[in-house]
């Protein structure tokens, strides 16, 4: 779960410039986030983890409790040059959607775009 919302979140944030506050109401970045959370979701179902719940409205609820300016360690860590969570949260994502054979397009763009500005 935790995974889940970092991963997207921190991905999302990162990709957009922006913080929880933009996730936070309606809009480009939120379509973004709720898009990865149903990406994870369906890898987790193919490797045979089943949640039995709305991830989605579980997800959000998280990020509505946050302050607005929040952002993610892995957001902080790019941004600051530091090294951060990258390959696990994005990268084995997308290597994980290819052994499962899942198709996870917003995780591979994402990956393409920070491959480009190598983080």
């Known amino acids: 779960m935790k995974y889940m919302i970092i991963g997207a979140g921190g991905t999302g944030g990162i990709l957009g410039y922006c913080t929880v506050g933009a996730v936070?109401?309606?809009?480009?970045?939120?379509?973004?986030?709720k898009a990865m959370i149903c990406e994870i979701?369906?890898?987790?179902e193919a490797m045979g983890i089943h949640f039995?719940?709305?991830?989605?409205?579980v997800n959000?609820?998280?990020l509505s409790?946050?302050?607005?300016e929040a952002t993610t360690s892995m957001q902080r860590d790019i941004m600051t040059g530091k090294a951060s969570e990258i390959?696990?949260?994005?990268?084995?994502v997308v290597r994980l959607g290819k052994e499962?054979?899942?198709?996870?397009?917003?995780?591979?763009?994402?990956?393409?775009?920070?491959?480009?500005?190598?983080y």
């Open 24 to 33: 936070q109401r309606e809009g480009k970045q939120r379509e973004m986030f």
């Open 41 to 44: 979701i369906a890898l987790a």
């Open 52 to 57: 039995g719940q709305n991830l989605v409205a």
């Open 60 to 62: 959000l609820k998280i």
């Open 65 to 68: 409790d946050l302050a607005p």
């Open 87 to 92: 390959d696990g949260l994005i990268y084995e």
């Open 100 to 118: 499962y054979e899942v198709p996870m397009p917003q995780y591979e763009k994402a990956a393409a775009q920070f491959e480009d500005k190598r």
